[in-house]
């Protein structure tokens, strides 16, 4: 199915089919959402787009998503369409844009620049056959490492913002985040409250799957913050802190594994491509990522440690320096979604 820009009157069409319905309450944020703005707009579409994590319960659950029924309702597609128009719309700076449009593209053509620049940085300083022998204090100091992960965290974070800001002008409808809105909303992202679907999970990527994608997201995100944490004891990243890596790097493999495996079984009818291949570009970026970190403790000692940190520590930087012009927009506007419904929960 080709997919348009402007998915909002069709996105309006079928949830307010659903607000008639209302079968789904209880499987996530949206359905006690819709209850709150009987007259749906644009603003609200978008923020009922991104608290949606499309999980396919409500398509599997509803009587009406045959396309030769009338109603042709196919809300997680039409939420997920919704949701990457939200990221062109507020994508930072806005000639950005392209990075959206061909995300397989950008992703992997931004990790090969990352690796030759550093093989290039490692080779003209120290020269290629000697960088498998020195010591990797040499190649990359702490002096060069610390400053350097500070400014790509700095950097992400304030594009995180700026985009963050323009979602919310977007969405706020003139009202304010409350402070147990913002502890509630945090908390429901953290311990993916609403991907327990009310009991029954996620379908995906099968109808009658459960917990498996709750599993592999927990896995990479979990595995993404100990093995950051870890590795901000460089240069000591060995003894306990290796074995954290390695595990925190285990974690981040075996989730992106399944992740991918998501990607490859699951049912495309109800899901949107764009969204779809936004998803498979960042993950497989982030499995490259895992393997990596899972093969620095394992080859310690032996001549490819520093290629192999070397090429690591550039995956880690692009992850970084694309994330907020890719998939990861959305862990950013999820979070002020669930904080903004969450809020707006504690008001009524
Ligand atoms: S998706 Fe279908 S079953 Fe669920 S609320 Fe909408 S109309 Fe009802
Ligand atoms: S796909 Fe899942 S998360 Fe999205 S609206 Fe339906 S039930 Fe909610």
């Known amino acids: 199915m080709i997919e348009g820009n402007n998915s909002t009157p069709e996105a309006i069409r079928q949830m307010s089919i659903c607000n008639a319905c209302r079968y789904c309450e209880g499987y996530c944020a949206v359905w006690d959402a ?45 939420l997920g369409q919704v949701q990457v128009e939200t990221y062109y719309a507020n994508i930072r700076p806005k000639f950005m844009k392209f990075a959206l449009e061909r995300p397989i593209l950008f992703t992997s053509l931004s990790a090969f620049i990352a690796v030759i620049l550093v093989m290039v940085y490692s080779s003209l300083l120290f020269g290629l056959n000697k960088i498998s022998t020195l010591p990797m204090t040499t190649i990359i100091p702490v002096s060069l490492f610390k400053p350097a992960t500070i400014a790509i965290y700095l950097y992400t974070l304030v594009i995180w913002s700026w985009e963050a800001l323009s979602y919310w002008s977007e969405i706020n409808e003139g009202k304010r985040f409350t402070a147990s809105g913002v502890m509630r909303g945090v908390y429901d992202a953290f311990f993916y409250r609403n991907f327990l679907g009310g009991g029954t999970g996620c379908k995906v990527p099968g109808e009658n799957n459960k917990y498996f994608r709750l599993t592999a997201h927990s896995l990479v995100f979990f595995g993404f913050i100990v093995a950051l944490i870890s590795i901000s004891f460089y240069p000591n990243i060995f003894g306990y802190v290796g074995i954290t ?7 981040i493999s075996i989730g992106t594994v399944a992740l991918i495996y998501i990607h490859i079984t699951e049912d495309r009818g109800s899901r949107s491509q764009k969204q779809s291949s936004l998803d498979y570009a960042f993950t497989v970026l982030l499995f490259f990522a895992g393997i990596t970190g899972l093969l620095i403790p394992i080859s310690t000692g032996t001549n490819w440690f520093n290629w192999n940190f070397l090429i690591h520590d550039a995956l ?32 009524l």
């Open 34 to 78: 819709i209850e709150f703005k009987p007259v749906l707009n644009k603003g609200y579409i978008s923020h009922l787009a991104n608290l949606c994590h499309d999980c396919r319960d409500c398509f599997y659950a509803c009587p009406y998503n045959d396309p030769d029924h009338e109603f042709k309702l196919n809300i997680p597609r039409v």
């Open 245 to 251: 890596y390695f595990l925190g790097s285990l974690a």
């Open 316 to 347: 880690i930087a692009v992850v970084f320096l694309i994330a907020p012009f890719s998939k990861f927009i959305h862990p950013v506007f999820r979070l002020i979604s669930l904080i903004k419904y969450r809020s707006d929960s504690y008001r």
